[in-house]
């Protein structure tokens, strides 16, 4: 499993349940990445896209304790049920992304072999914040690609390597 995300200089994800950026080519990297697999997610997530549906074209898994099962998407209570659908996708051969928000990252980041971050270099007013993981010696920056002028903002793909990835 892996997370996916972007982040400004303070490691800020989002503010009021929303992205803080239009990043055309950060945007694109995400669809690029994550169509045909799967997603996870909370329900703060889930109702932050357009008319509160799910994303085409990928498996939507949403942790929604107390939620109502849907069609369009699969609704699991709880932890061990959100783990035993991941399995389940992976053993078919399916990627599995962690999208968002901040407590699925800080839940499921221990479990995620790789982080990708498209980093943002700009303050955006965060309320919302991943672990800095510069600072996290449990994890290693393992690509790093030349600085991208998108939509008047300088932002740089990254990747990290969690070297004390839990199983579940």
């Known amino acids: 499993m892996k997370a996916i995300l972007h982040a400004d200089r303070e490691w800020g994800i989002g503010k009021n349940n929303a992205l803080m950026f239009k990043i055309p080519a950060d945007m694109q990297f995400f669809k690029a990445t994550t169509t045909g697999n799967v997603v996870v997610m909370g329900s703060n997530t889930l109702k932050s896209f357009p008319g509160g549906k799910p994303l085409k074209d990928r498996l939507n898994i949403v942790l929604y304790p107390g939620g109502e099962k849907r069609e369009d998407c699969i609704?699991?209570?709880?932890?061990?049920?959100?783990?035993?659908?991941?399995?389940?996708?992976?053993?078919?051969?399916?990627?599995?992304?962690?999208?968002?928000?901040?407590?699925?990252?800080?839940?499921?980041?221990?479990?995620?072999?790789?982080?990708?971050?498209t980093k943002v270099d700009a303050v955006g007013g965060a309320d919302a914040f991943f672990e800095n993981l510069d600072k996290n010696s449990g994890f290693a920056l393992s690509y790093e690609g030349a600085p991208l002028v998108t939509n008047g903002y300088t932002v740089r793909f990254t990747a990290y390597k969690n070297l004390n990835v839990l199983k579940y």
């Open 75 to 117: 609704v699991v209570q709880s932890l061990d049920e959100l783990f035993a659908e991941i399995k389940r996708c992976e053993s078919a051969g399916k990627k599995v992304y962690v999208i968002g928000g901040m407590m699925m990252y800080k839940t499921l980041l221990p479990y995620c072999e790789e982080v990708l971050v």
